[in-house]
């Protein structure tokens, strides 16, 4: 069966920014792997969620990063985001572990390093250097901008980022069926008062709704409801 899950979404500084650095870093270290904060304490711990992900994203203009957990089947969709929330305080309360700092850098070096393999790829960052930041030579000093991130670099960015005021939150759950009247309110609202039919509807459905329409217990039309000879016979068409 589809699952509950939330969503937490932060405004981030674009791509360049000095806090940039920081924040990817700390991205990395909430969410990056099944060793990251997140997915230890949902996913291990706790056992409140099936998967537990996200990822900074840093563009030309505003930026952002988002966190997501999809809960555990029987588990409460609310107790996980406080569970969500917790992890995301502790990021503002203390200094990251040296060995989360180590093992989140290097990763995020890692594949700064990797992804410029190719001539393709060296080509597309010296592209995006130079033409979203306006500098080539940027090429050459990235790197070192992620190497020298502390600890308490990452500690004062998620102070001043990962804060209420700058949050989207999201509840995402399975998709619910209608209410049984709402057919009838897109009816009224294009102007039809009264409905007739030659089975309006399984006589279960209709005869408890032209009930409730007829005591103006439902926004609905007048319901004038006609079944076909042995609509009501259980052994299939008369």
């Known amino acids: 069966a589809p699952l509950d899950g939330v969503v937490q979404a932060y405004h981030l500084p674009p791509m360049g920014h000095p806090d940039a650095y920081p924040l990817e870093i700390a991205g990395s270290i909430l ?3 099944q060793s990251s904060r997140l997915y230890s304490r949902l996913v291990y711990d706790e ?4 998967a537990a992900f996200g990822q900074a994203q840093f563009l030309e203009g505003p930026s952002f990063f988002f966190g997501a957990a999809i809960a555990n089947q029987g588990k409460n969709v609310k107790e996980l985001q406080t569970s969500f929330q917790f992890v995301l305080d502790q990021m503002k309360k203390q200094p990251v572990l040296e060995e989360e700092l180590s093992k989140a850098k290097n990763q995020v070096i890692a594949g700064f390093i990797t992804g410029r393999e190719s001539v393709q790829s060296k080509a597309d960052f010296l592209g995006r250097v130079t033409v979203l930041r306006g500098n080539p030579d940027l090429y050459n000093t990235e790197l070192e901008n992620y190497r020298k991130v502390t600890a308490a670099d990452i500690l004062r960015v998620c102070q001043k980022y990962l804060v ?3 949050e989207t939150k999201m509840w995402v759950g399975p998709e619910k069926a209608p209410e ?6 897109l009816w009224m609202a294009h102007g039809i008062t009264t409905g007739r039919g030659v089975e309006l509807g399984p006589q279960a459905y209709v005869i408890p709704e032209k009930d409730r329409a007829a005591r103006n217990a439902i926004v609905a039309p007048r319901i004038y409801n006609y079944q076909r000879p042995g609509a009501a016979w259980p052994n299939g068409p008369v």
């Not at 056992?47 to 099936?50: H, K, L, M, Y």
């Not at 049984?180 to 309110?185: L, V």
């Open 164 to 166: 209420p005021s700058n």
């Open 180 to 185: 049984a009247e709402y057919p009838f309110k």
């Open 47 to 50: 056992q409140a969620a099936v």
């Open 31 to 33: 969410s990056s792997g």
